[in-house]
């Protein structure tokens, strides 16, 4: 056992850097990667860029088109990505519909479904949560009525993320609703421009249009659409959400962002020293790279287990709940950091050509939308107090 | 001892609640500070005329109704059950605070300005590079021909598009000291914007702006003044910030009692309802830091900065633990533009930084004390 990396990974290192460097778009360099609203084309360009390459879906098998990676190359990739700031990848079809995918589908929906998500070509988006079905999941109502080789489905799904732009959606809904809760529910792929589908947004704390309102009118689906049995979708559902969990510890981002919170601290004045100097505000930092480590290091053990064939399992509960806790304090240091230049508010950045341009130092203007923003962490992919229950009763066994 | 508000403070806490339930509502609010100006400047002349609250924590002698800070407090906390944007805060008790004491030329007749509702003044004290230090001033004030000159940049200075004056800190040849200024004067331009809360700010450059001698509203080494205003515009703000936990936390409740998963309130799960209680009791502990420091405005300077620093820290750790979790036990509905509680989530937020932050408050309280 040891921490060191290998020639070998120190030469892949070597070779992501330097693609980064060489391919990353620098029209998006310059919208802050992570601060600013951003358009469809904005969101994946970069997908597009790494698809060419064959390295989008790191924790695909090779047989469908992964880059056959170890878990530490994934790890040094995203490391790589988020020191040079990279735009996210949108998770919904690389990390949570796609395993499903091909983890549950038939090989016709493997051909079908998945060079698309590599691609680009669809975007997808996650219709489960439901105005009553949030925490609860399972008493979600949406229903689907088969009728010969299509369901019709009605009801209502909420909290949709970025489904203003989706063309397609995997959704739970209710084919038996006469089954115990979690036993009369299937998974279904949807086609957005079906006819019956309307998306309302939704407008968050920070003003931004980031969720909706998904209103399922009589929409017809084709059974072929639906993965794995018909009433077995809870399956599908649990298999993926371990997935998004996975996802959200997001430990090379909060490095970053650590990173950008000292390089903040370096420049902001206190009392006329740098607010580094200051013993308060240190002892916060290294609290917060304190909780960071333990984070990463549980990673990568997790992330081992499944390299050694343990697919996710409860444990991933840990990393979403210490993960968007450490993702949280970030924005809330970096607030407190700019001090005053943290009220005024500029919904978006200034474009090209505006001569708009926002008041103290660049840094400062989305710290708060940001901070606000980021609430949603504890909340979303199940809450963190959902995932302690998971935890207590799956880890525990109390 | 005696914890209870006379006759006329429940009264004006009455008036003052009973006007913003019928004019100042969620809805109302959202208009207002949508709109192009960031308020209604009818319910300042209200205020004024209707209440008469403006007057209500200045001296009879002054033209007022006879109360002080615990007037201050009563109103500022109504302001922030109501989320009211109206410049109480800067006008009446930092500007108020500083004329009250004055004894300019200038001062005269101003606090019947205020009090009538014609004059309202911006507190431009920030600066780019001074945080939270009262005294890191770069803005100068330079003696010539009987006056000052004024030259410096303020930044993030709440209502100044609404303002009719300034009260402006800057150094002087002795120190720090503080100056009214009209709006209109020569020299001084500003850029406004909204705020993440809800508000109104600007910043603001004056540029050899011209006052006379009588603009001046403390010694030319001002700070100690400066400082005592400035702790009663904070526990103000404690006031305020106990308004907005008040909401918080009801609001809370009563979505968690509502709200139903798993077959049952989410209020019945016991992790949630331990959570409400120890957000009650950070509000609870914000409600008593706020009264125990409005009750030592008045001691020396030495105790009343300690306690004025000891209550801003712990109401702005309130303001964290109360918005935070409140956002939290709300789940998707709490991260709405939709629901009012985000709103006081987001003022409790820049509350528990304005006039400093938890840790420099802290510090503050152990430079005194130790
Ligand atoms: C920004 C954002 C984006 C989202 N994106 C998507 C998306 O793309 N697709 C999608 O399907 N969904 C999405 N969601 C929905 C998200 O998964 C739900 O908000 C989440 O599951 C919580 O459900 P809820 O909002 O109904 O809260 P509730 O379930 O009503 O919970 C309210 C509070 O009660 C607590 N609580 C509930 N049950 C218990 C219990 N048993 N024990 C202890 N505490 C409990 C919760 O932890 C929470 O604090 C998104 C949400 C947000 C905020
Ligand atoms: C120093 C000391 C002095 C004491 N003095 C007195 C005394 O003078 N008179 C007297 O009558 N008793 C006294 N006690 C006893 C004390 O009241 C009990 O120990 C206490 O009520 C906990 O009960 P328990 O030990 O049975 O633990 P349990 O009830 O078994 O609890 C064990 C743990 O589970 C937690 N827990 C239990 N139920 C819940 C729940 N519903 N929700 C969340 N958590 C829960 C508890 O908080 C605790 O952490 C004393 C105890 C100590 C340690």
Not at chain 2, 11 to 32: G, I, P, V
Request: proline share 4%.
């Amino acid at each position: 056992m040891n921490l060191d990396f290998t020639p070998e990974q120190i030469a892949f290192r070597e070779e992501v850097r330097a693609f980064i460097a060489e391919n990353y778009p620098d029209s998006l360099k310059s919208k802050l990667a992570d601060s600013e609203e951003l358009g469809k084309e904005d969101y994946l360009a970069w997908h597009r860029i790494l698809a060419k390459k064959g390295w989008v879906a790191p924790g695909w098998p090779k047989e469908y088109g992964g880059p056959g990676w170890s878990t530490v190359e994934r790890f040094i990739f995203a490391d790589e990505c988020a020191k040079a700031d990279t735009m996210m990848i949108l998770p919904f079809g690389i990390n949570m519909v796609g395993p499903v995918i091909y983890t549950f589908g038939t090989p016709e929906q493997k051909a079908r479904f998945l060079p698309r998500i590599l691609s680009g070509d669809d975007w997808w988006c996650q219709g489960y949560s439901e105005p009553g079905a949030g925490s609860d999941l399972a008493s979600l109502r949406t229903k689907a009525e088969r009728q010969g080789d299509h369901y019709i489905v009605n009801g209502q799904k909420t909290w949709t993320t970025l489904a203003q732009h989706a063309d397609w959606g995997f959704f739970l809904v209710r084919t038996d609703p006469d089954a115990k809760m979690q036993e009369g529910i299937s998974f279904l792929l949807i086609d957005m421009k079906s006819p019956g589908i309307t998306v309302r947004p939704i407008i968050t704390l920070g003003g931004e249009h980031e969720v909706n309102e998904v209103f399922l009118d009589n929409v017809k689906v084709p059974v072929e659409n639906r993965i794995f049995h018909e009433n077995k979708g809870w399956t599908c559902a649990k298999f993926l959400l371990a997935h998004e969990r996975t996802g959200i510890a997001g430990v090379a981002r909060s490095k970053r962002g650590i990173e950008k919170l000292k390089q903040i601290a370096k420049t902001e004045q206190a009392n006329d020293r740098p607010l580094i100097e200051d013993p308060f505000f240190r002892r916060k930092i290294a609290e917060l790279e304190m909780d960071l480590t333990a984070l990463e290091y549980t990673e990568l053990r997790v992330l081992a287990n499944e390299q050694a064939g343990k697919g996710p399992g409860p444990e991933s509960s840990l990393l979403k709940i210490k993960g968007t806790e450490v993702q949280q304090r970030i924005t809330e240091l970096v607030l407190e950091a700019v001090g005053h230049y943290g009220a005024p508010y500029f919904r978006g950045f200034p474009q090209d050509g505006d001569n708009i341009y926002p008041i103290g130092p660049d840094y400062a203007h989305q710290a708060a939308p940001r901070y606000f923003n980021m609430r949603k962490t504890s909340i979303y992919g199940g809450s963190n107090e959902i995932q302690r229950n998971i935890i207590a009763k799956m880890v525990l066994g109390l | 001892m005696n914890f209870e508000y006379t006759e006329e403070q429940t009264l004006l806490r009455n008036t003052l609640s009973r006007y913003f339930a019928d004019a100042y509502d969620f809805e109302a609010r959202r208009k207002m500070t949508g709109s192009d100006a960031g308020r209604d400047a009818g319910v300042w002349t209200a205020m004024a005329e209707e209440l008469g609250i403006l007057g209500a924590a200045f001296s009879e002698e002054q033209g007022g109704l006879g109360g002080g800070a615990l007037e201050n407090m009563l109103i500022m906390e109504e302001f922030g059950k109501a989320l009211a944007v109206e410049p109480y805060l800067s006008t009446v008790v930092v500007a108020g605070g500083f004329l009250k004491r004055s004894k300019s030329a200038a001062a005269e007749g101003m606090i019947e300005q205020l009090i009538s509702g014609e004059a309202i003044v911006a507190f431009a004290y920030a600066e780019p590079t001074g945080r939270y230090d009262l005294a890191a001033v770069k803005t100068e004030a330079k003696a010539s021909g009987g006056g000052y000159t004024i030259s410096g940049q303020k930044s993030v200075v709440a209502g100044a598009p609404w303002a009719t004056h300034f009260v402006v800190t800057a150094k002087t040849a002795k120190g720090v000291a503080a100056f009214l200024v009209e709006a209109g004067a020569k020299g001084i331009s500003m850029r406004s914007y909204p705020t993440v809360d809800g508000g109104t700010a600007a910043e603001v450059q004056f540029d050899n702006v011209s006052v006379g001698a009588d603009a001046l509203l403390t010694a030319e080494d001002g700070i100690a003044e400066i400082e005592l205003v400035v702790d009663e515009a904070t526990v103000a703000a404690c006031a305020e910030a106990v308004g907005c936990l008040h909401q918080l936390h009801a609001q809370t409740m009563e979505y968690a009692k509502e709200r139903k998963q798993f077959g049952r309130a989410i209020a019945d799960f016991q992790v949630l309802q331990h959570r409400m209680v120890d957000m009650f009791m950070e509000v609870e502990q914000a409600v008593s830091m706020t009264l125990m420091a409005t009750l030592k405005l008045g001691e020396d300077a030495k105790a009343r900065a300690a306690a004025v620093s000891l209550a801003k820290a712990k109401v702005g750790h309130a303001c964290k633990f109360v918005g935070e979790n409140a956002i939290q036990i709300h789940g998707g509905m709490g991260m709405t533009d939709e629901l009012a509680v985000g709103h006081y989530f987001k003022r409790a937020t820049i509350l528990e930084g304005l006039f400093g932050s938890i840790d420099h408050h802290l510090a503050r309280y152990e430079k005194l004390s130790f």
